[in-house]
Nanobody
Framework: QVQLVESGGGLVQAGGSLRLSCAAS????????MGWFRQAPGKEREFVAA????????YYADSVKGRFTISRDNTKKMVYLQMNSLEPEDTAVYYC????????????????????WGQGTQVTVSS
């Protein structure tokens, strides 16, 4: 079992920044790729960013590339999402997720490849 708990969401004006955190417990955190997804009202949950188990590589959705940065601290079992230059379109509930396969070399963007999810944290960007 894996427990993921997100924090750091809130209300921010357009152009502002937020840093989301995800605390993990349970199975060996450092063995799994981790991802961030988001879901806006009336829309499907979409991929935002992911980081390889070793932290050596990252991948971003085109919509956030250059503005968001994903990172991890395996010693603390934490994953972070630094969000800069926020836009109203970034408003959503943000979820942290853990890959279902350990030591995967490829970073996946599909929701089905992640088997543990946090409860989500709301991010609201006002214009």
């Amino acid at each position: 079992q894996v427990q993921l708990v997100e924090s750091g969401g809130g209300l921010v004006q357009a152009g502002g920044s937020l840093r989301l955190s995800c605390a993990a417990s349970g199975r060996t955190f450092s063995s799994y790729n981790m991802g961030w997804f988001r879901q806006a009202p009336g829309k499907e949950r979409e991929f935002v960013a992911a980081i390889r188990w070793s932290g050596g590589s990252t991948y971003y959705a085109d919509s956030v590339k250059g503005r968001f940065t994903i990172s991890r601290d395996n010693t603390k079992k934490m994953v972070y999402l630094q969000m800069n230059s926020l836009e109203p379109e970034d408003t959503a509930v943000y979820y942290c997720a853990a890959d279902r396969i350990s030591f995967r070399s490829d970073i996946n963007t599909a929701r089905d490849e992640y088997d543990y999810w946090g409860q989500g944290t709301q991010v609201t960007v006002s214009s």
